[in-house]
């Protein structure tokens, strides 16, 4: 199984600045020129919210606040501005291949 | 709009058996798969498997073999996760979510579970 390994486990971030979020795989999760990992935010009491596909692709209605970035074992979700609304813990995910694996979670707190 | 929407809060004791509905709506079901995800009180995100709501297939993750079984009523657009012989540490929320190119899109609300004697 691939493990997905997430740093920090917390973080806490002043409004209006950036918060970086690191996912290291225990081994690749490229195929056929594309990176299969994804990005959640899930809030407490809901369900988990698609931010970021396939490392890098902002989900339609996602603010572009949100980015991803990364390529084989290290992917990166960035939050910049941070926002009182993005109190959340963040997921991310592989989907190269069976089992589909989470990371353990990040969860962000403003400063 | 595209909607899962999962049946509710469920308490249950040891050894009995528990089936969870999520119906899908606004979009063509068998277009895409469904993937079933645990998360435990106060913990993280744990893959299920999924099923081919095309061919009815299911995959399950290793821990989830066994006492689980993922199924369709397609023309009810709804997918179930029915879990046998249950155990206290069942009690979580379970979620399903649709498969688009491999990535969640879209999430049921969550079904909450409670195994308790």
């Known amino acids: 199984d691939i493990v997905l390994t997430q740093s920090p486990a917390s973080l806490a971030v002043s409004l209006g600045q950036r918060a970086t979020i690191s996912c290291r795989a225990s081994?690749?999760?490229?195929?056929?020129?594309?990176?299969?990992m994804h990005w959640y935010q899930q809030k407490p009491g809901q369900p988990p919210k698609l931010l970021i596909y396939r490392a890098s692709n902002l989900e339609s209605g996602i603010p572009a606040r949100f980015s991803g970035s990364g390529s084989r074992t290290d992917f990166t979700l960035t939050i910049n501005p941070v926002e009182a609304d993005d109190v959340a813990t963040y997921y991310c995910?592989?989907?190269?291949?069976?089992?589909?694996?989470f990371g353990s979670g990040t969860k962000l707190e403003i400063k | 709009q595209i909607q899962l929407v999962q049946s509710g809060p469920e308490l249950k004791k040891p050894g009995e058996t528990v089936k969870i509905s999520c119906k899908a709506s606004?979009?063509?079901?068998?277009?895409?798969?469904m993937h079933w995800v645990k998360q435990a009180p106060g913990k993280g995100l744990k893959w299920m498997g999924w099923?081919?709501?095309?061919?009815?297939?299911?995959t399950y993750a290793d821990d989830f073999k066994g006492r689980f079984a993922f199924s369709l009523e397609t023309s009810a657009s709804t997918a179930y996760l029915q879990i046998n012989n249950l155990k206290n540490e069942d009690t979580a929320t379970y979620f399903c979510a649709r498969d688009y190119g491999s990535r969640l899109d879209y999430w049921g609300q969550g079904t909450t579970l409670t195994v308790s004697s």
């Open positions: 995910q592989q989907s190269n291949e069976d089992p589909f694996t």
């Open positions: 606004g979009y063509t079901f068998t277009d895409y798969s």
């Open positions: 099923i081919n709501t095309e061919t009815g297939e299911p």
């Open positions: 081994e690749s999760v490229d195929s056929y020129g594309n990176s299969f």
